[in-house]
């Protein structure tokens, strides 16, 4: 967050969407908030406020820009980056904890009393986690009233909202506009199906994403033609597909779900995925001065991290792709699928399962299939260490905390604990240097000796300088 009001009005001024999402600008003379970006004419600075998050804007009496639409912009990469309990709180709302499980379960997860996390995220993001949760819900009604024919007594209900009264006040107090205005403006699509666009910052290549996910694809789980990627997902409410379109600047979402109430948890779930929140102009600016990686970073523009839809899902294909092929694992994770992969019907032929949960694993026969029995038994272990709660594998995990329990279980090593932490929670700063892809990857690139040393210049985003390391490789790496 710019905390420099004449650096916020500056960014404002250039009309620079590098800043959407990370700010938001509120007018006092209209009583609006924009994105930095918005095409309208910049306002007089004595007019204009700041804010580090939109429901900061609505809890100060602002409603959003018809114009820009400022609560669609990509999430702050702050939040995404961060460990520390204001991240992942930000993390956990995104989520739908506190939907689900009110303040108090968003606060038990972090190990914070109600007080004081109410006063952290006050002071970091101008809202505590009612007003965000409050935000979120809106910008979650809005979606299914412009997507779907749902009547809105259940858009309110499936959206968090305690009463239509409660959804009707909200919509018009922060979009100014009426539920009713907001679905005829736009075309809509069959009922149950939910179309979303989910914007990213430029440079995007998200095609470099699905062709990541398309070397690891599980079948029944995953699957891709072209560009597009399908997969199905385990969601608090029941099961999704959710199938991804890539294009300029954002993917398409397209959600089928058991239960419309997983809207906010999908969404937030595909962005993890295809790291849509990520700064790209920050982390080639910061890698590119690194000589060896630039020419990467020149060919790569924008290179993202792909992450998980699932923790345990990630965890699992970590374990067993220790010292083997990106194949070989990918043949193995697809065995254990089958094994004990909850049988699903969806209205695709090719997507049939849902990826076994850790009450599953932690109990199924997986002799025979491929992998050593000692690995066997670290799958396990870590299955029931999840189902006991001993460790979490959410938005909202400690990422250190995780990391040491992760390598105090039998059969998990630095390697494994780190690669969980780069993909299923979202560190941007993990690096692999006994990984023979990264070997090779780098010394293709010119950089030999020690990694841990020469990493060191790629700090805070050594996950993406390893990105670069794989891609020197190829596509399947």
Not at 52 to 64: V, Y
Not at 194 to 210: I, Q, S
Not at 219 to 231: D, F, K, L, M, Q
């Amino acid at each position: 967050m710019f905390h420099d009001g004449e650096e916020c009005y500056r960014a404002c001024a250039s009309g620079d969407a590098r800043f959407d999402g990370v700010f938001y600008v509120a007018v006092t003379s209209t009583k609006i908030y924009c994105r930095p970006s918005c095409p309208a004419r910049t306002p007089l600075r004595a007019n204009c406020r700041f804010f580090p998050s939109a429901a900061a804007c609505q809890l100060n009496g602002f409603r959003a820009c018809k114009r820009c639409r400022p609560d669609s912009v990509p999430g702050s990469p702050e939040w995404s980056a961060r460990s520390d309990v204001a991240a992942r709180a930000v993390r956990l709302i995104a989520d739908g904890v506190v939907d689900r499980e009110g303040v108090p379960g968003l606060a038990r997860k972090l190990a914070y009393s109600e007080r004081q996390l109410q006063r952290l995220l006050v002071q970091e993001l101008g809202a505590g986690p009612l007003a965000l949760a409050r935000s979120q819900r809106a910008q979650t009604a809005r979606t299914l009233v412009e997507t779907t024919e749902l009547p809105f007594t259940e858009i309110a209900f499936a959206a968090g909202f305690g009463s239509i009264r409660q959804f009707n006040d909200t919509i018009a107090e922060v979009f100014a506009s009426s539920p009713t205005e907001l679905r005829n403006r736009v075309a809509k699509t069959a009922r149950g199906s939910l179309a979303v666009k989910l914007a990213a910052r430029e440079p995007f290549p998200a095609e470099r994403v699905v062709q990541f996910l398309a070397a690891r694809q599980l079948p029944g789980i995953e699957a891709i033609e072209g560009n597009t990627y399908r997969r199905t997902m385990a969601l608090p409410g029941g099961s999704g597909v959710a199938t991804i379109r890539p294009a300029s600047g954002a993917v398409f979402a397209s959600l089928e779900l058991d239960d419309v109430r997983d809207v906010a948890p999908a969404v937030a779930r595909i962005r993890r995925l295809f790291d849509l929140d990520a700064d790209p102009v920050a982390i080639d600016s910061l890698l590119g001065h690194d000589p060896r990686l630039a020419p990467s970073i020149r060919r790569f523009p924008g290179q993202r991290v792909p992450g998980a839809v699932d923790g345990f899902e990630m965890a699992v294909r970590a374990i067993v792709g220790q010292q083997v092929s990106v194949a070989g694992a990918r043949t193995v994770v697809g065995r254990i699928v089958t094994r004990c992969g909850a049988e699903i019907t969806t209205g695709h032929a090719d997507l049939n399962r849902r990826f076994p949960d850790c009450v599953a694993a932690a109990v199924a026969d997986l002799d025979g299939i491929g992998m050593p029995t000692a690995r066997i038994a670290t799958v396990q272990r870590l299955a029931s260490a999840l189902a006991n709660g001993d460790i979490t594998l959410d938005a909202g995990s400690d990422r250190g905390a995780t990391r040491a329990k992760l390598l105090a279980l039998k059969g998990i090593g630095p390697w494994t604990a780190d690669y969980i932490a780069m993909r299923a929670l979202g560190e941007p700063d993990a690096l692999l240097p006994t990984d023979l892809g990264v070997k090779k990857g780098a010394a293709l690139l010119g950089i030999d000796g020690d990694l841990e040393a020469y990493s060191q210049r790629w700090r805070p985003f050594r996950s993406y300088a390893l990105m670069h390391c794989w891609n020197a490789l190829g596509a399947d790496q």
